[in-house]
């Protein structure tokens, strides 16, 4: 079964730009939810979707956002990107992980790599 | 919120022992989760933590005390490729998100 995919892998970008980064889960697994890796801060939650619905959200701007499609492939968005937005995105799928007692196994993407300059 | 709380970096010796310990502050979670993160590759899922107690994955192993609000992750005769990041994780009961801890550092050394 072929893993979580993201694409880009890399991307640069300058202040006040807008980026949209892609996550295709694995096949099967209807929840997926979208994190920020820093060096400062370490992995931030950003949102979740299932069935095509915000399930969760992370304590950032409304500037980051995301939605999903029927075949579960998410997507999300930056606008007016600041230097600070550098870091690595990563995407995670699951079965669907909300029940209590669930094993809340995530997998995850190689992430996309954003630079701001 | 939460807050799981870690030690930065952890240094051990090549078939030695090396518990990564993660403290919590919670109002709720569904359990304790243990990530693995090898330099520029994703995090993986290593051991999951439901109920209290100790629960075993061949060389590792995680612990979890919800009246103490602390958990840990046991490495066993460790190897060179267990050079990497973990993260203690949960996902709270009220908002349904996920938390990850601060993350430790893990350097294996010959």
């Known amino acids: 079964k072929a893993g979580v995919t993201q694409t880009p892998r890399y991307l640069i970008k300058t202040r006040g730009q807008q980026v949209t980064l892609s996550c295709s889960p694995i096949?099967?697994?209807?929840?997926v939810s979208w994190y920020q890796q820093t060096p400062g801060q370490g992995l931030q939650f950003l949102f979740e979707?299932?069935?095509?619905?915000?399930?969760n959200k992370g304590n950032f701007p409304g500037r980051f956002s995301g939605r999903q499609f029927s075949n579960s492939r998410s997507e999300m968005n930056v606008s007016t990107l600041e230097l600070g937005d550098s870091a690595l995105y990563l995407c995670?799928?699951?079965?669907?992980?909300?029940?209590?007692?669930?094993?809340?196994?995530?997998?995850f993407g190689p992430g996309t790599r954003l630079t701001v300059l | 919120g939460q807050s799981l709380e870690q030690p930065s970096e952890v240094t051990a010796v090549e078939g030695a022992i090396v518990q990564i310990n993660c403290t919590y502050q919670?109002?709720?979670?569904?359990?304790l989760s243990w990530y693995q993160q090898h330099d520029g590759g994703a995090p993986t899922f290593l051991s999951y933590?439901?109920?209290?107690g100790l629960e075993e994955t061949g060389r590792f192993s995680s612990f979890l005390s919800r009246s103490d609000s602390y958990g840990y992750l046991l490495l066993q005769e460790l190897q060179m490729k267990d050079s990497a990041s973990y993260f203690c994780a949960v996902r709270d009961q009220s908002g349904n998100q996920f938390y990850f801890g601060t993350g430790t550092s893990l350097t294996v050394i010959p």
């Open positions: 995670a799928s699951s079965l669907d992980g909300s029940l209590a007692g669930v094993n809340n196994e995530q997998f």
């Open positions: 919670t109002s709720g979670f569904y359990g």
């Open positions: 096949s099967g697994h209807r929840s």
């Open positions: 933590n439901a109920l209290d």
């Open positions: 979707y299932f069935s095509e619905t915000q399930r």
